[in-house]
T-cell receptor, first 114, second 113 residues
Framework: DTGVSQDPRHKITKRGQNVTFRCDPI?????LYWYRQTLGQGPEFLTY????????KSRLLSDRFSAERPKGSFSTLEIQRTEQGDSAMYLC????????????FGPGTRLTVT | GDSVTQMEGPVTLSEEAFLTINCTYT??????LFWYVQYPGEGLQLLLK?????DKGSNKGFEATYRKETTSFHLEKGSVQVSDSAVYFC????????????FGAGTRLFVKA
C-alpha cells in the first residue's frame, strides 16, 4: 500500500463555484478523517467516518460542506458556493480501529478561492 | 473543551544543540498524546506517541514523556541536526468516545549548520 492519497493536489476556483476533493485511505483502515489547515496553524478537525458511517462533525463544517464515504473506502469532501475564507489545505487521514491509533495523513489538497 | 498549547516559534538552534519544545494540554480523562512532524514540502507524519500517564514515546532521537500531573508532553532531543528542520505539532486524541485529533498551532524549528 502506498499510503493515503488525495486528489487533486491543488485547486483554484472562483468564489461561488462548487469543488469536490477525493481521499483514498490505506485499504485496511476503517477510520477516515478530514481536517483543514490554514497557514501557520495546526490542522482543525472537520469530520470522521468509521466505515461508511459519519460519526462526528465539527461546528466548522457549515451547511456548505458535505462529506461522504459511500462504500467505506474512498471519501469525498464537497464545498458548495465557495468563499474566499475556504482557502486552505484540506487534509485527509486514516487509521485502524482502537483508541490511540496512529493517523496516517495524505499530502493534502490546497484550495485557493479567488 | 479539549485543547493543546505549544510554544510559539520559530525556534532557531545550531547543529548539536539541545532541543525542547513545550506542550501542555487540557482534556478530560486520559487522552492519547502525539507529536507529529511536517518536513518542508511533505505531509504530516507521526513522530512519537504515548497513550497513558508516565509513558515515554521516542523515535529518531526525540523523546516526550506523558506527565499527567503537569498535563504536559514536552518534546526533547539531545543533539539536533540540520535535517530536523521542520514544523512540529503536539496533538491529543480524547479517550471519551470520540476519535478526532486536536492539534496545537505548531512550532517551526530551524537548525543551522
Amino acid at each position: 500500500d502506498t499510503g493515503v492519497s488525495q486528489d487533486p493536489r491543488h485547486k483554484i476556483t472562483k468564489r461561488g463555484q462548487n469543488v469536490t476533493f477525493r481521499c483514498d485511505p490505506i485499504s485496511e483502515h476503517n477510520r477516515l478523517y478530514w481536517y483543514r489547515q490554514t497557514l501557520g496553524q495546526g490542522p482543525e478537525f472537520l469530520t470522521y467516518f468509521q466505515n461508511e458511517a459519519q460519526l462526528e462533525k465539527s461546528r466548522l463544517l457549515s451547511d456548505r460542506f458535505s462529506a461522504e464515504r459511500p462504500k467505506g473506502s474512498f471519501s469525498t469532501l464537497e464545498i458548495q458556493r465557495t468563499e474566499q475564507g475556504d482557502s486552505a489545505m484540506y487534509l485527509c487521514a486514516s487509521s485502524a480501529l482502537g483508541s490511540g491509533a496512529e493517523q496516517y495523513f495524505g499530502p493534502g489538497t490546497r484550495l485557493t478561492v479567488t | 473543551g479539549d485543547s493543546v498549547t505549544q510554544m510559539e516559534g520559530p525556534v532557531t538552534l545550531s547543529e548539536e544543540a539541545f532541543l525542547t519544545i513545550n506542550c501542555t494540554y487540557t482534556a478530560t480523562g486520559y487522552p492519547s498524546l502525539f507529536w507529529y512532524v511536517q518536513y518542508p514540502g511533505e505531509g504530516l507524519q507521526l513522530l512519537l506517541k504515548a497513550t497513558k500517564a508516565d509513558d515515554k514515546g521516542s523515535n529518531k532521537g526525540f523523546e516526550a514523556t506523558y506527565r499527567k500531573e503537569t498535563t504536559s508532553f514536552h518534546l526533547e532531543k539531545g543533539s539536533v541536526q540540520v535535517s530536523d528542520s521542520a514544523v512540529y505539532f503536539c496533538a491529543l486524541t480524547p479517550n471519551t468516545g470520540g476519535f478526532k485529533t486536536i492539534f496545537g498551532a505548531g512550532t517551526r524549528l530551524f537548525v543551522k549548520a
